[in-house]
């Protein structure tokens, strides 16, 4: 059993939830509207990411199934818990993420680049046991000054 941070309790959260859909740019706004704009695309990325598997892979894009997202962003922490109605997920053995955390999954591989994108962008990633809830925390500084040092990290190594 691997264990998870749990996200606090102390501070106030919300829900959001739609049928399983492909179009996700309204709820990726409602999730990123108390977002730092430094922070935005990466995590817009990220959370696109974490929706589609949950609908697409998930919920078999059944419009019967729904998602639901609980999430919560403080001063220092942002996080978001994605659940879906599917039967789960379990990596297989060959859609581990790379050894190193600086290389793309091959081109050629059939899964994994979205799990490199979430363990890229997130400062925490987990899984529930069951592979139906995904937790997802990235720490953030709400006080910063926007950066001037040049594109998105994350996105400059998708991008290469």
Known sequence: ???????????????????????LRPILDCLLASIPVENEDDLRLGL????????KHGNKLDPYKSIFVHYSTSQSQCWWIITDQGTGFTPPASCQLPPSPQTIPDVDCECGRGLYILHKIFDHVYWNIDGTELRLCKSIDHGASPSISGPSPVLSTLHR
């Open 1 to 23: 059993m691997i264990a998870s941070p749990l996200p606090p309790t102390n501070q106030q959260w919300q829900q959001v939830s739609f049928a399983s859909t492909l179009y």
């Open 48 to 55: 696109q990411e974490a929706l589609v598997n949950a609908a």
